[in-house]
């Protein structure tokens, strides 16, 4: 195909479903337990004004679409602590005496429990391997692993939290889902020559 021609050195490059990572910046060094999220949408409904035999269409309200994150569960990190953790941080209190029942959550606490949730795409990378070298054996260092997009969903806080099943017939590892709403998404497109992951620590 002639697109193909204006790729780069090294072809074609499609973004892949498995490269990613999920953060939150108010709950710490859980990246590598995601197992899948999907990225923001957005709804924008249309308002339809009619005239006589005629139909005329106006762009209505955007409203973002609520982000599912899963991940597996472990005793380090305990990924089901963390996630109770950011509902006590929130503000909820258990009712264990009435005058816990008059506190509620915030939006501002919410917030603040869970933080910015950033979604980030990469690209494959390689490893830098010098001429003559045992590539058996040489761990290298990472070349040209990056960033080639990132959303940020801000002002997000959890709608909700599945903290998985048991099953004595199953020998799955056990997953925890949680429902992010959010008030907007911001995008960043890195392209080719993204930020590393060496550049962001």
């Known amino acids: 195909m002639p697109f193909f021609s204006n790729a780069g050195p090294g072809g074609f490059e499609p973004k892949r479903k498995f490269r990613f990572l999920v953060s939150f910046t108010g709950i710490q060094n859980i990246e590598f337990m995601a197992t899948k999220v999907n990225k923001p949408s957005y709804d924008m409904t249309p308002k339809e004004h009619q005239v006589l035999n005629h139909v005329f269409k106006f762009p209505g309200i955007v409203k973002w679409s609520d982000v599912q994150v899963s991940f597996v569960d472990a005793v380090d990190p305990n990924i089901g602590s963390r996630f109770y953790n950011a509902l006590l941080n929130a503000g909820y209190i258990q009712p264990t005496r009435f005058n816990n029942t008059a506190t509620g959550i915030t939006k501002v606490q919410a917030k603040s429990a869970l933080g910015d949730v950033v979604i980030k795409q990469l690209n494959g990378g390689g490893v830098d391997v010098p001429a003559g070298v045992d590539t058996g054996t040489f761990l290298g260092n990472i070349?040209?692993?990056?960033y080639v997009e990132q959303w940020t969903l801000k002002n997000a806080f959890i709608k909700g939290v599945k903290f998985g099943d048991l099953d004595y017939s199953s020998e799955d590892l056990v997953g925890i889902d949680i429902d992010v709403v959010y008030d907007y998404a911001e995008y960043v497109d890195y392209g080719p020559g993204g930020e590393?992951?060496?550049?962001?620590?």
Not at 143 to 146: K, P, V
Not at 196 to 201: A, E, K, P, R
């Open 143 to 146: 070349l040209d692993t990056s």
């Open 196 to 201: 590393t992951l060496q550049d962001l620590g």
